[in-house]
């Protein structure tokens, strides 16, 4: 045999024994991922100790938990993070949740939750809150939302606790608050209702004065800062407990009535 077929035999060997090594390893390594496996899902270190809940202002951690069924003595690593995630997020006050797990035996969960911004009242129906995107929310037992203004006069839509309000006007409503609370945080806590009326469109009553506010059907942020500017040159003039009505549905005109 010449010394090129010696060489490739070397060759063919050397590669045949590298194959062998590495499979060798690769089987090693898959037992050893199995075993770890099986020491994990039995070991204790990995049972569920606690569950820590972070990012809600208005539901409590009691109101978070119920929401899941959790073993106690659960190993972290079988649970279904994202059926917990949904269970989470089927309560209408959590807008989007996080769950992950955090080594050895903690179970994490962020919340988003969404934020009331007024009442809505109808006709014999029960009182809800709504965010600012019109999401019906049920008032929480004992836990009260504190002073917001109240949507009335809408009552030609249906109240789906945990759904959107199916209703134009709601939205319009919801975007004149908005509007009011863009141009002064304090301007907005003192309104007290904002009431829908087909001919004369969405009519606005503050705290202070109790007088109706006419911002019609658009225009709501220009006629905002135009309001706020009035009471502002009215309270300073002494002219604002005289205020009978506010007219705002003029164009570049605040209307005035006094008595």
């Known amino acids: 045999m010449d010394c090129g077929a010696r060489f490739g035999v070397v060759m063919n060997f050397n590669k045949i024994l590298k194959t062998l090594i590495v499979l060798v390893a690769g089987a090693g390594i898959i037992g050893m991922s199995l075993e770890i496996k099986d020491w994990v ?3 204790d270190t990995f049972s569920l ?5 972070n990012g809600n202002q208005i539901l409590q951690t009691e109101d978070v938990l119920n929401q899941i069924e959790v073993d106690s003595e659960s190993n972290i ?3 279904n993070l994202h059926e917990i995630q949904s269970a989470i997020e089927a309560h209408p006050y959590v807008k989007a949740a996080l769950v992950s797990r955090r080594f050895p035996s903690t179970l994490q969960i962020h919340i988003v939750e969404r934020k009331p911004v007024a009442y809505v009242s109808q006709s014999d129906k029960p009182l809800f809150a709504t965010d600012k995107e019109g999401f019906l929310l049920p008032l929480l037992k004992g836990k009260p939302l504190g002073a917001l203004p ?3 006069g809408i009552d030609d839509f249906p109240m789906p606790a945990g759904g959107y ?3 134009e006007h709601v939205m319009k ?7 009011n609370f863009r141009v002064d945080a304090a301007y907005y806590q003192n ?13 606005a009553y503050f705290v202070n004065g109790g007088f109706p506010v006419y911002f019609g059907h658009e225009d709501f942020f220009d006629r905002a800062e135009k309001n706020f500017v009035f009471f502002q040159q009215a309270q300073k003039e002494g002219r604002y407990d005289n205020i009978y ?15």
């Open 41 to 43: 899902l039995q070991s």
């Open 245 to 259: 009505y506010v007219d705002l549905r003029f164009r570049d005109q605040v209307v005035v009535k006094y008595h």
């Open 49 to 53: 100790e606690s569950v820590v809940v």
């Open 150 to 152: 109240v949507i009335t």
């Open 191 to 203: 309104l007290s209702e904002a009431h829908f009326d087909a001919k004369k469109g969405l009519v």
């Open 165 to 167: 309000a199916d209703s």
């Open 77 to 79: 690593t079988d649970l």
């Open 173 to 179: 409503a919801l975007e004149l608050l908005i509007s």
